[in-house]
Structure formats: structure tokens, C-alpha cells
């Protein structure tokens, strides 16, 4: 069983549009991720942006890699690096905590996690500092 960063099983993030690194809707991850695709994020138009603006183009299709492409409001498993940058520059994307992999924790800390958190566990006390 995969743990989400609330110590839960990992819920799903996206089927449509299928997401992960391994493309089960999960964001799991494995040794050769090197990018740690464990951060389930929903999209913004300021993510975007910024994703675009250091070089990850999250917005055009590439359908050799079975990617569809993305736009504002989708749900997609993020590199935690990545998603760390555009925290560190004030464009960090929403975060569904239950469907975020534990394995994010050795390069995010929960509490900045918590801090975008767009789902409530069903005790809310497990947001707080």
C-alpha cells in the first residue's frame, strides 16, 4: 500500500487527464523518477506560467509521452523541485494532500504543504502547526 503525506493510503489524483509516472492516475513514485512526480497539484494559470517561464512547459500537448497537455483547474502529479520553485517564488498550485505521495516529505516539509492545501482531512486538526 502506497501512504499519502496525511499517513492515509494514497487516494488517486487524476484519470482525466491520466496522471502519474507511471500513468495510473496515482503519483507514486519510483528509483528512476528522477523528478519525484509526487506532489498532486490543481493547476493555475500562475503555475503555468511560471512552469513555462524556468523551462517546463506543462500547457502543450506531447502525445509521444502520453501527455495531454494542461489548463487551469486540471489535476496533475507535479515534480516536487519544481513545485517547490514556484512555491519559493509565490505561484505555488493548490495541493490535494490525500492523493500526495508520503515520499515527497524528504524534499517538501508537510507544513508548506499544508500551507496550499485545497482538501480537509476529515479531522481538520491535522492541518495545523
Not at 502519474?20 to 490543481?42: L, Y
Not at 503555468?48 to 517546463?56: A, C, K, M, V, Y
Request: glycine content about 6%; charged content about 20%; hydrophobic content about 40%.
Amino acid at each position: 500500500m502506497e501512504f499519502n503525506v496525511l499517513g492515509t493510503e494514497l487516494s488517486a489524483c487524476s484519470t482525466d487527464p491520466l496522471t502519474g509516472w507511471f500513468r495510473d492516475g496515482s503519483c507514486r513514485t519510483a528509483a528512476n523518477d528522477r523528478g519525484s512526480h509526487t506532489i498532486c497539484a490543481v493547476m493555475t494559470a500562475e503555475f503555468l506560467d511560471h512552469q513555462r517561464s524556468i523551462g517546463n512547459d506543462l500547457t502543450t500537448a506531447m502525445p509521444e509521452y502520453r501527455f495531454p497537455g494542461l489548463k487551469p483547474g486540471d489535476r496533475w502529479c507535479v515534480t516536487a523541485p519544481n513545485w517547490l520553485l514556484a512555491n519559493q517564488a509565490g505561484a505555488a498550485a493548490p495541493v490535494v494532500l490525500e492523493a500526495t505521495s508520503a515520499d515527497v516529505l524528504s524534499i517538501v516539509p508537510l507544513a508548506v504543504l499544508e500551507k496550499h492545501a485545497v482538501d480537509v482531512p476529515s479531522d481538520p486538526r491535522e492541518l495545523t502547526e
